[in-house]
């Protein structure tokens, strides 16, 4: 089984500061998403990067997908209380995979 | 709306009497999963569908039944719950078959065994 480590765990952080949290394997992923889950509902789907040194931009997020396809970071630059979360990662060992691998989260808290 | 809708979304049972919960979407879509939640255990996937009438084991199968009768329903059967299957369960349903394509998750069932 291939395993997904997502760093920090925890991250508690001032509104306007800018972070990074990381997905690191020793596996190589075809594609890695990231979700983002609040409390109280299930995760909703950020982006999707499939191409090794693929960066892809939603707003103040920032996302990057390892040359060697096994690690992705997330940069949110001048954090607000409306990112706070648990930000997932989820991997697909290949192309048409049936199943992902999901790290088990960063949770972050913005503070006004 | 489109949507994934679970139910119940609260449940306290007792050890052995039998439960499901029912998960539903109305997307069109091919592929269905379901998933536990656990604190330090992350999202592991119990059961996916990839078609009208066939399933396969995730990865934490032990003491769960699915079936898929119809495209739109996935329910996920617990025959006799214990209390190691008190947890927070998601549904989650994709257009693709597989599991590549954006997850559409449910809200959540809170599910505790006494």
């Known amino acids: 089984t291939q395993l997904l480590e997502q760093s920090p765990q925890f991250l508690s952080i001032q509104e306007g500061e800018n972070l990074t949290v990381y997905c690191n394997s020793s596996?190589?992923?075809?594609?890695l998403q990231w979700y983002r889950q609040e409390p109280g509902e299930g995760p909703v789907l950020l982006v999707t990067?499939?191409?090794?040194?693929e960066v892809k931009k939603l707003k103040r997020l920032t996302f990057q997908f390892g040359d060697a396809r096994k690690d992705s970071s997330l940069h949110i630059t001048a954090a607000q209380p409306g990112d706070t979360g648990l930000y997932l990662c989820?991997?697909?060992?290949?192309?048409?995979?049936?199943?992902?691998?999901f790290g088990k989260g960063t949770k972050l808290s913005v503070i006004p | 709306e489109a949507q994934v809708t679970q139910n119940p979304r609260y449940l306290i049972t007792v050890t052995g009497k039998k439960l499901t919960v029912t998960c539903s979407q109305n997307?069109?879509?091919?592929?269905m999963s379901w998933y536990r939640q656990d604190p330090g255990l992350g999202l592991r996937q119990i059961y996916y569908?990839?078609?009208?009438?066939?399933?396969d084991k995730g990865d934490v199968p032990e003491g769960y039944k699915v079936s898929r009768k119809e495209k739109r329903n996935f329910p996920l059967i617990l025959e006799s719950p214990s209390p190691n299957q008190t947890s927070l369960y998601f549904c989650?349903?994709?257009?693709?078959?597989?599991?590549?394509?954006?997850?559409?998750f449910g809200e959540g069932s809170r599910l505790t065994v006494l």
């Open positions: 989650a349903s994709s257009w693709t078959r597989t599991a590549t394509g954006e997850l559409f």
């Open positions: 596996s190589v992923f075809s594609s």
């Open positions: 990067v499939v191409t090794g040194g």
């Open positions: 989820a991997g697909a060992p290949k192309a048409g995979s049936y199943q992902l691998t």
């Open positions: 997307m069109n879509h091919e592929y």
């Open positions: 569908s990839m078609n009208v009438e066939v399933t």
